[in-house]
């Protein structure tokens, strides 16, 4: 089962056919694993990576380091939900150190994203701090190089 | 003064001269004309090598490692090596006498020739095999003596067909498993029966074991000189191109007894000195911390080669389950072609370049030789082509 996830993982859109060939397992198998993954919420979803920037959208992108108070029986699980609820916030990371929510937000602009901190994130009851940084460029992102310069150099054939 | 070409021809090396040309030349020749091809004629890893090992050597130069090194090869790079085949196949190699870093595993092949061989010497080849074996036999005044592999043996090579061709002239057995071209290896019993042949003729054997991190399946492989008794009469080559991924940056290793690592070490510092420092300082790294690196290409392999397989044998071609390399052999006989037509017409009508076994021994017609070393996309880009190749072109 961990080969058929790494695989997915790398490429979601293997066919069928392939990932059977490549686990020596049948198409009707593998189908089969697949809908047990989804089922079991270990396959979460299938995303793809896309180079926004390159297809020329200027979204921003904003780190937002948050302090909590933790909250009796829940800690701060209530206050995260109430976080990662909204849609401009894409990832949200519980951290040990010096803050506690770590929360990635994209926005149309700088303005969207400083008034969705001020206005919206800041406000929460539990939440005694916020820290914004904003990202200037990305150069790997989930194991993807952005701009990767790296070809195939070797001769084409060889003994 | 002379000038015509046949003159030249005839003032250079007798050795030179009775080498046969490479068999492969002509397809790389058409292949790097072509736009779209795809190639699955290529000898090496995909990869690059992992970047740890490259940071490594950068970090080298910085720190000025430009200099020679010792003849037989940084001390700390030989004791790596000493302790890796300690700890993996329980051998007993003193690091500072038993080991020759070279420049690659063909420059060891090289003066280990030159290291044993008299002239008229025999060596037994195993064939389909490396194409540098003949030759280099050739260079050090050696004969070579093919020993045909069988398809049907999974080519295997078994002491009864070693033994057809053992004469008194027989000096030297040089094996390479897991194998090149046909990603054939040896079992533990198989390779027994050979030590015993080699012990019974008292013969040198070379061991070309560069693919011996890449095996698949439950056959692990088996270092040659870790067998009872035939460390003494080995002498081991290996290296990091496949394993490591660094094909470019020539570095490779002999290992034997200690009267033949001098020998060899002698050659070596009037021919070649010593290995390129920066590659010697980036194989410290490959053997200290690149093993998982390895172990990921490795699991990479392994899949587009059960990929690969696959789609040979539902196209129909007979084809035997390699086990180690990066090669598949499929028998292309029921095409009707030779495997030179076969790779010719086949690189011209679909752009898929392949090497045609007979490059690889006279028994190795029949068959061609494919790199599963390339992306999983350009394999099943590549069965396609020869999936549709097959459809149109059969004689």
Same mark, same amino acid.
């Given at each position: 089962m961990r080969e058929l996830l790494e695989l997915l993982e790398h490429d979601a859109r293997r066919p069928v056919s392939e990932l059977a060939s490549m686990l020596q397992r049948s198409e009707y198998e593998v189908e089969k694993n697949i809908k047990d993954l989804e089922k079991n919420k270990i396959i979460l979803s299938y995303n793809t990576l896309i180079n926004w920037e390159k297809f020329g959208d200027d979204t921003v992108t904003a780190v937002i380091e948050i302090n909590l108070t933790p909250q009796r029986e829940v800690g701060f699980d209530a206050i995260a939900e109430r976080i990662y609820r909204f849609d401009e916030v894409r990832t949200v990371y519980l951290m040990s150190g010096s803050f506690d929510l770590l929360v990635i937000i994209e926005g149309k602009s700088l303005k969207d994203v400083a008034n969705f901190v001020a206005t919206r994130l800041s406000t929460i009851e539990g939440v005694t701090a916020t820290r914004s940084h904003f990202m200037l460029k990305p150069y790997k992102k989930d194991g993807v190089i952005i701009n990767d310069e790296e070809r195939d150099r070797r001769l084409v054939v060889s003994p | 003064m002379i000038e015509k070409q046949s003159d030249w021809q005839e003032r250079l090396s007798p050795g030179v001269n009775a080498i046969a040309p490479s068999g492969i030349r002509k397809f790389f020749d058409i292949a790097a004309q072509m736009e779209d091809v795809i190639s699955l004629g290529v000898g090496e890893p995909d990869f690059v090598t992992p970047w740890s090992i490259r940071e490594s050597c950068v970090y080298g130069l910085e720190q000025g490692y430009t200099s020679y090194t010792a003849n037989r090869g940084m001390p700390e790079l030989r004791q790596e090596i000493a302790a890796l085949y300690q700890r993996r196949y329980d051998t007993s190699y003193d690091w500072d006498t038993d080991i020759l870093v070279t420049v690659g595993v063909s420059e060891a092949l090289d003066i280990a020739m030159r290291a044993v061989l008299a002239p008229g010497d025999e060596v037994l080849i195993p064939e389909p095999c490396y194409v540098s074996y003949q030759a280099c036999t050739i260079l050090a005044g050696g004969v070579p003596v093919a020993v045909p592999a069988k398809p049907e043996n999974d080519f295997r090579i078994t002491a009864a067909e070693l033994e057809e061709h053992v004469t008194a002239k027989t000096k030297v057995l040089l094996i390479g498993y897991p /194998? /090149?071209?046909? *990603?054939a290896i040896m079992t533990k019993k198989d390779l027994l029966a050979v030590a015993d042949f080699a012990e019974k003729h008292d013969l040198i054997v070379i061991s070309d074991e560069i693919y011996g991190d890449l095996t698949y399946g439950e056959e692990e492989h088996i270092c040659f000189s870790s067998l009872p008794g035939m460390q003494e009469r080995t002498i081991l080559l290996n290296g990091f191109s496949k394993a490591y991924a660094m094909t470019g940056w020539r570095i490779g290793y002999a290992m034997g007894n200690k009267a033949i690592i001098a020998a060899m070490t002698k050659i070596h510092q009037y021919t070649m000195l010593c290995a390129p420092i920066t590659a010697q300082v980036a194989a410290v790294e490959a053997l200290r911390h690149g093993e998982k690196y390895m172990k990921k290409m490795v699991a990479e392999y392994d899949r587009r080669r059960r990929l690969i397989y696959d789609g040979f044998i539902k196209m129909g071609l007979e084809c035997f389950e390699p086990k180690g390399a990066f090669y598949i052999f499929p028998s292309i006989r029921s095409t009707g072609y030779t495997s030179d037509e076969f790779a010719e017409a086949l690189l011209q009508a679909e752009h898929v370049a392949l090497v045609p *076994?007979? =490059?690889?021994? =006279?028994?190795?017609? *029949?068959h061609v030789r494919c790199s599963y070393a390339t992306s999983i996309d350009k394999i099943s880009e590549a069965l396609n082509r020869i999936e549709n190749f097959l459809k149109h072109h059969s004689k």
């Open positions: - | /194998n /090149n071209p046909t *990603g *076994g007979s =490059a690889f021994g =006279a028994c190795g017609e *029949g």
